[in-house]
């Protein structure tokens, strides 16, 4: 079982930037790969990032690719999403979540065996 608590998020005005953490506890943290997810009212959840257990493969959507760092320290058992030149339509609840099982850092929810709770980041214009 592997527990998350994500923080950092708040509020921005667009073009500002924010750092979410995301520190695990339980399981064996430097031995899965990570994502982070988000979710807008009204819309499913999508795919921010990914990363793989040695921090060696890194995933982005489209969407954020050039704006979205996904980074961890496997010491702290924490992983980071650094936000920068934030959107209005970037504006959501951000989860992270665990891969415990496959090679690469799923890009589905699917994927994921275990989340956070989420942490609200919102955008003004």
């Known amino acids: 079982q592997v527990q998350l608590v994500e923080s950092g998020g708040g509020l921005v005005q667009a073009g500002g930037s924010l750092r979410l953490s995301c520190a695990a506890s339980g399981g064996t943290f430097s031995r899965y790969n990570m994502g982070w997810f988000r979710q807008a009212p009204g819309k499913e959840r999508e795919f921010v990032g990914g990363i793989n257990y040695a921090s060696s493969i890194r995933y982005y959507a489209d969407s954020v690719k050039g704006r979205f760092t996904i980074s961890r320290d496997n010491a702290k058992k924490t992983v980071y999403l650094q936000m920068n030149s934030l959107k209005p339509e970037d504006t959501a609840v951000y989860f992270c979540?665990?891969?415990?099982?496959?090679?690469?850092?799923?890009?589905?929810?699917?994927?994921?065996?275990?989340w956070g709770q989420g942490t609200q980041v919102t955008v003004s214009s």
């Open positions: 979540a665990v891969d415990v099982h496959t090679r690469n850092p799923g890009i589905s929810q699917y994927d994921y065996d275990y």
